[in-house]
C-alpha cells in the first residue's frame, strides 16, 4: 500500500485549503484512511480519520481541536481521501501525514500546511 499526499500551503488565518490522498496497492473491501500532523518540536497527533466500504460510511472521527472547521471525506471509485481545512489558524501549522488503516500501518510522506497571523 502506498499513500501519496498533496495539497499543502501557505495561507493566510482564516483561510481554506485542502489537502488530498491518493492510496494505490493491495484493495480491500474496507478502508480506513485518516490525517495525522506534526508541527514542528510537538508529536504527531491525530486530526481526522473515516472508515468506509463502497458507498457505505461507517465512521469518521475528528480531534477536537478541529471539529466544525475540518471535514474528511472519500472518493470510494479513485481511493482517494480529502481534507477540507475552513478557518485555519496559525496552530493549525503543520506537516499533514496521511495514514492507513487504524492503528496505521502506512504513512504517506507528509505535505507541509502554513497558516500565517
Known amino acids: 500500500v502506498q499513500l501519496q499526499a498533496s495539497g499543502g500551503g501557505l495561507v493566510q488565518a482564516g483561510g481554506s485549503l485542502r489537502l488530498s490522498c491518493a492510496r494505490s496497492g493491495r484493495p480491500s473491501s474496507t478502508y480506513v484512511m485518516g490525517w495525522f500532523r506534526q508541527a514542528p518540536g510537538k508529536e504527531r497527533e491525530f486530526v481526522a480519520r473515516?472508515?468506509?466500504?463502497?458507498?457505505?460510511?461507517?465512521?469518521?472521527e475528528y480531534a477536537d481541536s478541529v471539529k466544525g472547521r475540518f471535514t474528511i471525506s472519500r472518493d470510494n471509485d479513485m481511493r482517494m481521501v480529502y481534507l477540507q481545512m475552513n478557518s485555519l489558524e496559525p496552530d493549525d501549522t503543520a506537516v499533514y501525514y496521511c495514514?492507513?488503516?487504524?492503528?496505521?500501518?502506512?504513512w504517506g510522506q507528509g505535505t507541509q500546511v502554513t497558516v500565517s497571523s
Open positions: 495514514a492507513a488503516p487504524h492503528p496505521p500501518l502506512y
Open positions: 473515516i472508515s468506509w466500504s463502497g458507498d457505505k460510511v461507517y465512521y469518521v
